[in-house]
């Protein structure tokens, strides 16, 4: 299966966050669709293996930030390349807070969204939540971020493979799994995170 045909499916881009007594987190999704109109619902899938995915399911409430066309790597290497278990991806951050006092993305975002849970089903990988639309909001009048655009202008190129050099495994730059061996199999996907090939990074011998 040619997993690029799949980043053809219209997706956004979004940093998803939520508050669970004072525990706090966010991370990036690109799964979300209106499922509903009266009232609003939507649906958002979340990787099993996020922290953000646990404090949803403790909580039932969450703040869907919408990033926009303006939205840099950076940002989203901040939230969806480290885990909230190992490090405060909040702290340093001076951001906005919805009805729930819960964090969203006050730059980089053209709209917010904030959601209670109503239904969950697990996926396997993911949990689907469906949800009610409690507040939204427009931040700006920028286009929305798609995961095409993502993956074609924003995420950076895989570096050149030196000639010279022996790989010797390959490690997924999402949470630093390592596959042993030289070649990487064009379908693999993380056993941890979920990502696919196009994640990991191959590690040379010394």
């Known amino acids: 299966m040619e997993k690029k045909?799949?980043?053809?499916?219209?997706?956004g881009v979004f940093m998803l966050s939520t508050r669970s007594g004072e525990k706090v987190n966010g991370c990036i999704t690109n799964t979300c669709m209106?499922?509903?109109?009266?009232?609003?619902?939507i649906a958002i899938s979340v990787l099993n293996s996020n922290y953000t995915c646990d404090l949803i399911k403790e909580s039932g409430i969450f703040a869907?930030?919408?990033l926009d066309v303006e939205c840099s790597f950076e940002t989203i290497k901040h939230f969806g390349f480290q885990s909230g278990r190992d490090v405060d991806k909040m702290k340093d951050l001076t951001l906005p807070v919805d009805q729930n006092n819960i964090p969203y993305m006050g730059y980089?975002?053209?709209a917010v969204i904030s959601g209670k849970v109503l239904e969950q089903q697990d996926l396997g990988t993911h949990t689907l939540f469906i949800a009610e639309v409690t507040d939204a909001k427009l931040l700006n009048e920028?286009?929305?971020l798609t995961y095409a655009d993502y993956q074609n202008r924003v995420k950076p190129k895989k570096k050149v493979i030196p000639q010279d050099k022996k790989i010797v495994g390959w490690r997924c730059k999402i949470c630093n799994y390592v596959y042993e061996g030289s070649e990487l199999p064009a379908?693999?996907?993380?056993?941890?995170?979920?990502?696919?090939v196009s994640d990991f990074e191959p590690i040379f011998e010394n």
């Open 5 to 11: 045909a799949l980043y053809n499916l219209s997706y």
């Open 34 to 41: 209106q499922v509903a109109n009266d009232p609003v619902r």
């Open 64 to 66: 869907l930030s919408l």
């Open 108 to 110: 980089q975002a053209c």
């Open 142 to 144: 920028n286009a929305p």
């Open 187 to 196: 379908d693999y996907v993380c056993p941890i995170c979920g990502h696919d």
